[in-house]
Structures are given as structure tokens and as C-alpha cells.
């Protein structure tokens, strides 16, 4: 049985970053003519109604209500929504404007990252080996600022920094994952929702209430991967998940490069082959821990 639920947890795991390094990259690439914006919007309102419904499902409102009624928890899930949502928008931005290959630095980076940020703020242990890679991070950063200031994947930066410190506010509050993401989205969607009445009163909007459209989905294609993911990390563990997780940055990588055929300088090389050799030396701590 013990088998049975790893082997469930490492396939939902990997369907799950799959989705994000692949299905969402397609979608959201697809759904670029209405313009990061109005996506971004669009993000923001419909994750807000497929989470509203999956609470109805699966009865969840009690743990709903306990936690809004934690002062504390609720502050620091107003901070936590703030990041989700500069995640969201630069990623979206970056998939809109041909950057795929920045993003995807970022999320090789961000469990890295991750990994110092926890010796900071939770003052976890971090071994000669991760210490390595977080040398070699900052080292492939360093160089792209000497080397050329033009070729520093700053989308990719404010993709890792928003999501690494999202998780780190996130293990401070310790909430179920879909109820805090839905309050998250409750503090984002009054912005959202004024800013799509802005848009549609100007007639700016792609989105038509008369026949339904593909804005529509980016609701599901937040939520679901997320659940998949979440799911496979209660039944196999970090340690496995965190490895499987590097299937996400990979296919962003390969699309952005052999797909949709973006342009990948020698300074990024040089930067991304000091990545590579980073995440290389931090799963393979990852596998000797577990």
C-alpha cells in the first residue's frame, strides 16, 4: 500500500509540473492576442471561481471560516496574494513577449532559492552542497551583470523572488494549499474585476459575454496542476517532489527555445550551464537525502 501511494504521489507530481512546464505554457501562449493584461485579469477571476466551487465540493468552508477569522493568518495571506499575483502577471508577461526562457530560469533557480531563504528567515541547515549551488547561482547572475547588463533574465528574477518568498510566507502560515490560494484570489479579485470593467467599458476586451472563450479556462489551468502537485507531495514527500519538480523549467526551456524559436544568447548560456550545474548538484543532494 505504502508502494502504491508513492508511485500515485510521484505520477500526480509529474503530471502536475508537466502541465505547468507544458500544457500551461501552450495555453497561456495561445490566449497571448488578448494581452497580458487582460489574461492576467482573467487568471485572477476565473482561479477565484473554480476555487469557490472546489470548496463547495469537497465542503471545505469550515476551514474557510477559521482561518479568516484569524487576524494574523489572514495579514499575512493579504502579503502572500501579493506576491501569487506579481508571479502570475510576470509569467504571463514573459510567456506574451517571447521570454519562455527567462521564466524558465526562474523556476530552475527558485527551489534554490528557496533553500536560502529558509536559512534565513527559519535558520534550516544547509549542507556544502547546497551551498555550492547557491554559490553558483549567485555566480551565473554575477557574470550576466558583468558580462552584459541586457542579457540579465529579469523576468526570470521576479519570477523566482515572488514565488520564493511566496512559499516561505506560505510555511509561515500553514494553511491547506486551495484555501489559502482561495483567499489569496478574494483580496486579488475586486482589483481584477475593476480593472475588466475598465477594459470593457473602453472596449478593450477580447473576452465576450455572448459565446464562451478560451479566458475562460485559465482558471482550471491554475488550479489543476496545482492539485495535482499538492496531492503528490502528501503521498510520496518533498525530497522526490522536488526532484520532479525540474520537469516544470525543462520543457519551458526546450519550447522557448526549439518551438516558439527564442533567441538565446551566448551571456544566457554561459549563465544557464552555471544553472544546470547547480540544480545538478542540489538533486543530487535531494537523492542522497532521500
Known amino acids: 500500500m505504502k508502494n502504491q501511494n508513492f508511485n500515485k504521489g510521484i505520477t500526480l507530481t509529474a503530471l502536475g509540473s508537466f502541465w505547468w512546464g507544458v500544457i500551461g505554457v501552450i495555453y497561456f501562449k495561445y490566449v497571448a492576442f488578448a494581452g497580458s493584461i487582460e489574461v492576467v485579469i482573467h487568471r485572477c477571476i476565473w482561479t477565484s471561481v473554480v476555487l ?3 470548496t463547495f465540493y469537497f465542503s471545505k468552508w469550515d476551514i474557510f471560516l477559521k482561518i479568516i477569522t484569524n487576524k494574523n ?3 499575512w495571506l493579504f502579503f502572500s496574494s501579493l506576491l501569487i499575483f506579481i508571479n502570475w502577471a510576470t509569467w504571463i508577461y514573459a510567456i506574451g513577449t517571447n521570454r519562455i526562457i527567462d521564466a524558465s530560469f526562474g523556476y530552475f533557480v527558485m527551489p534554490i532559492l ?19 549551488s547557491i554559490l553558483l547561482v549567485l555566480i551565473s547572475i554575477i557574470l550576466l551583470l558583468i558580462i552584459s547588463f541586457d542579457s540579465i533574465p529579469w523576468v526570470g528574477i521576479i519570477v523566482a523572488l515572488s514565488w520564493g518568498f511566496y512559499n ?16 489569496e484570489s478574494l483580496f486579488i479579485l475586486p482589483f481584477a474585476l475593476f480593472s475588466f470593467y475598465i477594459i470593457f467599458q473602453n472596449n478593450l476586451n477580447d473576452f465576450n459575454f455572448n459565446s464562451p472563450s478560451l479566458l475562460m479556462l485559465a482558471g482550471p489551468m491554475t488550479v489543476i496542476p496545482l492539485f ?4 503528490g507531495v502528501e503521498l510520496c514527500g518533498l525530497g522526490p517532489t522536488g526532484m520532479i519538480f525540474y520537469i516544470t523549467p525543462t520543457f519551458q526551456f526546450l519550447l522557448g527555445f ?19 550545474i547547480a540544480v545538478i548538484i542540489y538533486l543530487k543532494d535531494l537523492y542522497e537525502d532521500f
Open 52 to 54: 469557490i466551487l472546489s
Open 258 to 276: 526549439f518551438y516558439y524559436n527564442e533567441e538565446f544568447s551566448l551571456e544566457k548560456s554561459i549563465s544557464f550551464i552555471l544553472i544546470w
Open 168 to 183: 516561505l510566507l506560505r510555511k509561515k502560515i500553514n494553511v491547506d494549499t486551495d484555501i489559502g490560494l482561495l483567499i
Open 114 to 132: 528557496s533553500v536560502f531563504l529558509g536559512y534565513i528567515f527559519y535558520n534550516e541547515k544547509i549542507n556544502k552542497k547546497r551551498s555550492l
Open 73 to 75: 493568518k489572514l495579514i
Open 228 to 231: 495535482l502537485y499538492v496531492r
